[in-house]
């Protein structure tokens, strides 16, 4: 595994999390059914939705895609049931650039895996 993602996963993105720069997402994992809990990055937006998304390579994308729901929190987000579409073509480039203009460039090349749009349910 690279760099980066090892760094993530053993800091569990605590600090971005305290910053209000990363959430909580909880959804079932595809081979084993049981609860799977990550910290990602996100951008909440004014109609209720969260945009999250990942890095390539990653297995909680998959997990999300599959399951197609998940439990979503955040600094400022009380957790909340939410249903999970995965974002394609013109709607992908959007929200990236949406996330890049809100976090910066940096945070933004963390979404070169999948990104998802959650609704609340």
């Known amino acids: 595994m690279p760099l980066v993602p090892k760094l993530w996963d053993r800091t569990g993105g605590a600090l971005l999390m305290r910053a209000g720069a990363a959430g ?62 995965v974002l394609e073509g013109a709607e992908r480039t959007a929200a990236i650039a949406e996330f890049r203009a809100a976090r910066g460039d940096r945070a933004a090349a963390m979404f070169s895996g999948l990104v998802f749009e959650l609704r609340p349910t």
């Open 24 to 85: 909580r997402l909880t959804t079932v994992g595809r081979r084993s059914g049981q609860e799977r809990t990550v910290q990602c990055g996100f951008l909440g937006r004014a109609d209720g939705s969260v945009l999250v998304g990942s890095a390539a390579d990653r297995q909680w994308p998959q997990n999300l895609l599959v399951a197609g729901c998940c439990t979503f929190e955040a600094n400022g987000l009380p957790a909340r049931r939410y249903t999970a579409a």
